[in-house]
C-alpha cells in the first residue's frame, strides 16, 4: 500500500519519459536552467543591493550637510534656499528634490516643482528625534519616474530656529530603468539557456547512449551460428564496462549450455539408440522363422532386460528434469547419514564380493536434508566404484563434521582413477570415461550427473579428486541445518 502511494507521488512530481534518452536530457536541460535561474537571481540582486546602497549614501551625505547647516548656523538657510532653487530651477529633470519645514509643517524652502511631483504627504517622517535608519521607499509617480524618499527631524542646538523638517527625494528613474533591462536580459538568458540546455542535453545523451546500440547490434547479430562473437569491453566507458563484461559472460554461458545439449542429445540419441537396436535385432531375427517357445521365451527375457534399461535411462532423465527446477520441494529432515550408508553397503555387499572388493565406512555426524535422495547419492558413488575398477578394489566412505558446520562425506576408492583433462565434464549428462566404458556397458552415464544435481538441490558441493592408477576421492558438502 505504502509502496504504491510513494510510486504514485514520484509519477506526479515527476514527468515520465520513457525514452532514457529524453530523461537525460531533461534533468540536464532542468540542472542548467536551476543553475542560470539562482545566478540571474543572485546577478540582479547584487546589481540591485549595489546602486541602492550608492544612492543611499548620497542621501545620507545630503542630508548630513543639510543636517549640520540646521544645526550649527541656521542663519545660512539663505544659503540652502538659493542652491535649492537654483538646482530646481535650471535642471530640466532635477534628480533631487529637497523640502524643508518647520515643525508646524509650514514649508520653508522647496524645490521648484516639488508639491506637483513629490507632495508632503509621500513622505512618512519620523514623530519623534532623528532615527539611526530613515525611512526610505520607492515611489513610482504619474510620468512614471521613481524616486527614493527620506524624511528627517532635525532639532536646532542654538535654539534660533527650532526643529526642521528635511525631506529629500532623490530620482532613481535611471537606476531602475538599469535593473528592468536587466532583468530583461537575463529572462532572455534563460529563455536562450533552456533551448541550448535542451538541444546539447539530447546529443550528449544520445552520445553518451551510444554503446547500447553497439550491444543492440551484437545481440540482434547473435544466432545459433555465431554464438562466439563477443563486445570489445575495453572501449566502453567505465560506467558501462561492467555491463559489457556481464553480457559477454552470458553469451559465454549460453554458449557452453548450447555446447552441452548439443552433446548431451547426440549422447542420448547413442544411448537409446543401442537398446532399439538390440530390441529390433532381436525381433527380426524371431520373426525370421518359426521359433520352439523356449526361444521365443529367451528372445523375450533379453528383450524385457533392454526395457528395463530403457526404463531406467527414462527414469533417470526425469529425475534430473525435476531436480533441475529450483521449484523442486525436498523433504529436509535431520538424521544419521551413517545409517542410510550402512544400508547402501549392505546392498551392494553381493556385488562386492563378486568382484573381491571391500567397503567400509566410518565416522559421525549429523545431515539436514532429504534421506532418500542422500542415499541415492551414496549408491550411485558406490556402484560406479565397483563398476568402474579393478576387482580388489577398496572403497571407503567417511563421515565428518567440518570448522565451518558443514558436513562433509568423503568417497574414495583404489580403482583406474580418471585423467585430468576428464575431470571437469565428469558430471556431464551421459558422459563416461572413453577407456572405461566397456567394463559397464549396461551403463548410461548419469550417475554423477544425478549426484551433482542432488548437491544442488541441498544446496551443497560436490568435487572429485582423482589420480590415474591409484584411484579418486569425490567429496560432498552438505550444508549446516538453519539456525532455531
Same mark, same amino acid.
Request: glycine share 8%; hydrophobic share 40%.
Given at each position: 500500500?505504502?509502496?504504491?502511494?510513494?510510486?504514485?507521488?514520484?509519477?506526479?512530481?515527476?514527468?515520465?519519459?520513457?525514452?532514457?534518452? %529524453?530523461?537525460?536530457?531533461?534533468?540536464?536541460?532542468?540542472?542548467?536552467?536551476?543553475?542560470?535561474?539562482?545566478?540571474?537571481?543572485?546577478?540582479?540582486?547584487?546589481?540591485?543591493?549595489?546602486?541602492?546602497?550608492?544612492?543611499?549614501?548620497?542621501?545620507?551625505?545630503?542630508?548630513?550637510?543639510?543636517?549640520?547647516?540646521?544645526?550649527? &548656523?541656521?542663519?545660512?538657510?539663505?544659503?540652502?534656499?538659493?542652491?535649492?532653487?537654483?538646482?530646481?530651477?535650471?535642471?530640466?529633470?532635477?534628480?533631487?528634490?529637497?523640502?524643508?519645514?518647520?515643525?508646524?509643517?509650514?514649508?520653508?524652502?522647496?524645490?521648484?516643482?516639488?508639491?506637483?511631483?513629490?507632495?508632503?504627504?509621500?513622505?512618512?517622517?519620523?514623530? %519623534?528625534?532623528?532615527?539611526? &535608519?530613515?525611512?526610505?521607499?520607492?515611489?513610482?509617480?504619474?510620468?512614471?519616474?521613481?524616486?527614493?524618499?527620506?524624511?528627517?527631524?532635525?532639532?536646532?542646538?542654538?535654539?534660533?530656529?527650532?526643529?526642521?523638517? *528635511?525631506?529629500?527625494?532623490?530620482?532613481?528613474?535611471?537606476?531602475?530603468?538599469?535593473?528592468?533591462?536587466?532583468?530583461?536580459?537575463?529572462?532572455?538568458?534563460?529563455?536562450?539557456?533552456?533551448?541550448?540546455?535542451? =538541444?546539447? +542535453?539530447?546529443?550528449?545523451?544520445?552520445?553518451?547512449?551510444?554503446?547500447?546500440?553497439?550491444?543492440?547490434?551484437?545481440?540482434?547479430?547473435?544466432?545459433?551460428?555465431?554464438?562466439?562473437?563477443?563486445?570489445?569491453?575495453?572501449?566502453?566507458?567505465?560506467?558501462?564496462?561492467?555491463?559489457?563484461?556481464?553480457?559477454? %559472460?552470458?553469451?559465454?554461458?549460453?554458449?557452453?549450455?548450447?555446447?552441452?545439449?548439443?552433446?548431451?542429445?547426440?549422447?542420448?540419441?547413442?544411448?537409446?539408440?543401442? /537398446?532399439?537396436?538390440?530390441?529390433? +535385432?532381436?525381433?527380426?531375427?524371431?520373426?525370421?522363422?518359426?521359433?520352439? /517357445?523356449?526361444?521365443?521365451?529367451?528372445?523375450?527375457?533379453?528383450?524385457?532386460?533392454?526395457?528395463?534399461?530403457?526404463?531406467?535411462?527414462?527414469?533417470?532423465?526425469?529425475?534430473?528434469?525435476?531436480?533441475?527446477?529450483?521449484?523442486?520441494?525436498?523433504?529436509?529432515?535431520?538424521?544419521?547419514?551413517?545409517?542410510?550408508?550402512?544400508?547402501?553397503?549392505?546392498?551392494?555387499?553381493?556385488?562386492?564380493?563378486?568382484?573381491?572388493?571391500?567397503?567400509?565406512?566410518?565416522?559421525? +555426524?549429523?545431515?539436514?536434508?532429504?534421506?532418500?535422495?542422500?542415499?541415492?547419492?551414496?549408491?550411485?558413488?558406490?556402484?560406479?566404484?565397483?563398476?568402474?575398477?579393478?576387482?580388489?578394489?577398496?572403497?571407503?566412505?567417511?563421515?565428518?563434521?567440518?570448522?565451518?558446520?558443514?558436513?562433509?562425506?568423503?568417497?574414495?576408492?583404489?580403482?583406474?582413477?580418471?585423467?585430468?583433462?576428464?575431470?571437469?565434464?565428469?558430471?556431464?549428462?551421459?558422459?563416461?570415461?572413453?577407456?572405461?566404458?566397456?567394463?559397464?556397458?549396461? =551403463?548410461?552415464?548419469?550417475?554423477?550427473? *544425478?549426484?551433482?544435481?542432488?548437491?544442488?538441490?541441498?544446496?551443497?558441493?560436490?568435487?572429485?579428486?582423482?589420480?590415474?592408477?591409484?584411484?579418486?576421492?569425490?567429496?560432498?558438502?552438505?550444508?549446516?541445518?538453519?539456525?532455531?
Amino acid at each position: 500500500m505504502f509502496s504504491k502511494s510513494a510510486d504514485a507521488k514520484r509519477r506526479h512530481h515527476f514527468p515520465r519519459i520513457s525514452s532514457i534518452t %529524453g530523461r537525460l536530457a531533461f534533468l540536464y536541460t532542468l540542472s542548467a536552467v536551476v543553475t542560470l535561474a539562482i545566478g540571474a537571481v543572485y546577478v540582479n540582486w547584487s546589481l540591485h543591493s549595489a546602486i541602492f546602497k550608492a544612492q543611499n549614501d548620497f542621501i545620507d551625505d545630503r542630508l548630513h550637510v543639510y543636517r549640520s547647516i540646521l544645526r550649527s &548656523h541656521p542663519q545660512n538657510l539663505d544659503i540652502i534656499r538659493k542652491e535649492i532653487e537654483w538646482e530646481g530651477a535650471y535642471a530640466y529633470h532635477p534628480e533631487n528634490f529637497i523640502r524643508i519645514l518647520d515643525t508646524d509643517g509650514n514649508v520653508v524652502v522647496e524645490t521648484p516643482g516639488m508639491p506637483h511631483i513629490l507632495p508632503v504627504d509621500k513622505f512618512t517622517c519620523p514623530s %519623534g528625534p532623528r532615527i539611526d &535608519h530613515p525611512n526610505n521607499l520607492s515611489l513610482q509617480v504619474q510620468n512614471g519616474r521613481f524616486f527614493m524618499l527620506r524624511c528627517d527631524l532635525t532639532t536646532d542646538t542654538h535654539e534660533l530656529g527650532g526643529n526642521w523638517i *528635511i525631506q529629500l527625494g532623490h530620482d532613481i528613474t535611471a537606476e531602475e530603468t538599469i535593473i528592468a533591462e536587466r532583468r530583461k536580459q537575463m529572462a532572455a538568458l534563460i529563455i536562450l539557456g533552456i533551448i541550448g540546455a535542451t =538541444g546539447v +542535453g539530447v546529443i550528449v545523451a544520445r552520445e553518451a547512449l551510444s554503446p547500447l546500440q553497439e550491444i543492440t547490434g551484437v545481440a540482434e547479430n547473435i544466432t545459433v551460428e555465431r554464438i562466439n562473437e563477443r563486445i570489445d569491453p575495453v572501449k566502453w566507458p567505465t560506467e558501462m564496462r561492467s555491463f559489457a563484461i556481464a553480457f559477454n %559472460g552470458m553469451l559465454s554461458r549460453l554458449e557452453d549450455s548450447f555446447t552441452r545439449l548439443s552433446q548431451c542429445a547426440s549422447n542420448l540419441a547413442h544411448e537409446l539408440r543401442t /537398446p532399439i537396436n538390440n530390441l529390433l +535385432g532381436e525381433a527380426d531375427v524371431a520373426l525370421s522363422r518359426a521359433r520352439s /517357445p523356449e526361444e521365443y521365451q529367451r528372445i523375450i527375457e533379453s528383450s524385457v532386460e533392454e526395457f528395463q534399461r530403457l526404463s531406467r535411462l527414462i527414469d533417470n532423465l526425469l529425475f534430473l528434469a525435476r531436480a533441475e527446477n529450483p521449484a523442486t520441494p525436498i523433504e529436509h529432515s535431520l538424521f544419521d547419514p551413517m545409517e542410510e550408508i550402512g544400508k547402501v553397503c549392505s546392498f551392494y555387499e553381493a556385488v562386492a564380493e563378486e568382484h573381491g572388493a571391500t567397503i567400509s565406512s566410518r565416522g559421525s +555426524g549429523r545431515l539436514y536434508g532429504d534421506q532418500i535422495m542422500f542415499g541415492r547419492v551414496i549408491s550411485n558413488l558406490v556402484a560406479n566404484a565397483l563398476y568402474y575398477s579393478p576387482p580388489g578394489v577398496k572403497i571407503d566412505i567417511f563421515v565428518r563434521e567440518a570448522n565451518d558446520r558443514y558436513l562433509e562425506v568423503f568417497v574414495t576408492d583404489t580403482g583406474y582413477g580418471i585423467e585430468a583433462s576428464e575431470l571437469s565434464r565428469i558430471f556431464d549428462r551421459f558422459y563416461r570415461v572413453e577407456r572405461l566404458r566397456g567394463r559397464h556397458p549396461e =551403463g548410461s552415464g548419469l550417475g554423477l550427473s *544425478i549426484v551433482k544435481s542432488i548437491m544442488d538441490l541441498h544446496g551443497g558441493t560436490v568435487s572429485i579428486e582423482s589420480t590415474p592408477g591409484k584411484g579418486t576421492s569425490i567429496l560432498l558438502r552438505f550444508p549446516p541445518p538453519p539456525a532455531t
